[in-house]
């Protein structure tokens, strides 16, 4: 079935639906029907993060580097 004839038979389902139905149905898309947005500042940061890191010009750890800071910091605090 090509998506043009479900999508007909889905507007006409939903059409002639009760409200439980279509209750059930918005639960279950509701999840796909929002997308992430990001603000063109959030998206500057992140590209302005990226060209940082393609250019060489930061520090990145691996994650057991990263798990390696963090337990010294929470000794260094503990102590």
Same mark, same amino acid.
């Given at each position: 079935?090509m998506?043009?004839?479900?999508?007909?038979?889905?507007?006409?389902?939903?059409? *002639? *639906?009760?409200d =439980?139905?279509?209750?059930?149905?918005y639960?279950? @898309?509701?999840?796909?029907?929002?997308?992430?947005?990001?603000s063109?500042?959030?998206? =500057?940061?992140?590209?302005?993060?990226?060209?940082?890191? @393609?250019?060489?010009?930061?520090?990145?750890?691996?994650?057991?580097? *990263?798990? =390696?800071?963090?337990?010294?910091?929470?000794?260094?605090?503990?102590?």
């Amino acid at each position: 079935m090509m998506t043009v004839e479900i999508r007909q038979q889905l507007h006409q389902y939903i059409d *002639a *639906a009760d409200d =439980k139905n279509i209750e059930a149905i918005y639960m279950v @898309l509701q999840g796909n029907m929002q997308q992430q947005k990001f603000s063109p500042e959030d998206l =500057k940061k992140f590209y302005d993060r990226r060209a940082e890191y @393609l250019a060489g010009n930061t520090e990145t750890f691996t994650v057991e580097e *990263a798990h =390696k800071i963090i337990r010294q910091s929470r000794k260094n605090n503990e102590a």
